[in-house]
């Protein structure tokens, strides 16, 4: 077996624009299912016996639904009912609440690990729940989220690489649609493992470096 660079080098363009569209679509897909998974924490522990109720059943449907059953879902489900989105808005929605469902019990499991006692004593001083939340709770809850946002950072990455099953312009199906030209699929499933592996360790790292930066902070935090 020969390993043939030049497939890659005669195939950079389009590599490097499917990883760029990966990175685009996860850097947006994140934060948005992140903040949907706080609200969704908050309506599990605060939000009544409807709220909860409904809240719970989402988070369960969505992390126990395949994520490809997901997808197809959306994409195939949705237009019988008169809703026809395209494939890259699909990927959006998809990788957003397949995110908040996980994001909201990092967030629930993260707040409930604080002692019930600070959230009483700031009701006893007279604090409302934004103010408890704010200034007692996320600053601790921030350190038991960190790791565990890794692994979900990191796992919506690699989930990234189903949208190509739609179409999804990213990088799995620029590789794809390379293989179908080239018949090369050793070089480039070669370098699209290279590439998702080094974007992993990226996060990662990164999360890593905030770790260590923010721990003299929550350690101040919870001191003081």
């Known amino acids: 077996m020969q390993f043939d660079v030049a497939v890659i080098l005669d195939n950079w363009q389009p590599l490097?624009?499917?990883?760029?569209?990966?990175?685009g679509i996860c850097t947006v897909s994140l934060p948005i299912g992140f903040i949907l998974g706080?609200?969704?924490?908050?309506?599990?522990?605060?939000?009544?016996?409807?709220?909860?109720?409904?809240?719970?059943?989402?988070?369960?449907?969505?992390?126990?639904?395949?994520?490809?059953?997901?997808?197809?879902?959306?994409?195939?489900?949705?237009?019988e009912f008169g809703l026809r989105l395209?494939?890259?808005?699909?990927?959006?929605?998809?990788?957003?609440?397949?995110?908040?469902?996980?994001?909201?019990?990092?967030?629930?499991?993260?707040?409930?690990?604080?002692?019930?006692?600070?959230?009483?004593?700031?009701?006893?001083?007279?604090?409302?729940?934004a103010t408890i939340l704010r200034r007692i709770l996320l600053p601790q809850v921030l350190g038991y989220i960190l790791p565990t946002s890794t692994n979900l950072a990191i796992g919506l990455i690699k989930e990234s690489a189903v949208l190509s099953v739609i179409t999804v312009p990213e990088l799995t199906y620029e590789a794809q649609d390379i293989i179908g030209r080239t018949f090369s699929p050793v070089e480039i499933f070669t370098i699209i493992a290279l590439l998702y592996w080094g974007l992993t360790a990226l996060v990662s790292t990164l999360t890593k470096w905030l770790e260590i930066h923010l721990q003299p902070y929550l350690t101040a935090r919870r001191t003081g």
């Open 16 to 23: 490097a624009d499917g990883f760029a569209r990966t990175i």
């Open 38 to 79: 706080v609200a969704l924490a908050l309506l599990r522990l605060h939000g009544g016996l409807v709220f909860a109720t409904f809240a719970a059943a989402y988070v369960e449907l969505l992390r126990n639904i395949p994520f490809l059953t997901q997808v197809f879902l959306l994409y195939f489900v949705l237009p």
């Open 86 to 129: 395209s494939p890259l808005v699909v990927g959006f929605i998809a990788l957003s609440a397949y995110a908040s469902a996980y994001a909201a019990e990092i967030v629930r499991g993260a707040i409930l690990s604080v002692p019930a006692g600070q959230t009483e004593a700031g009701y006893a001083l007279g604090l409302g729940y």
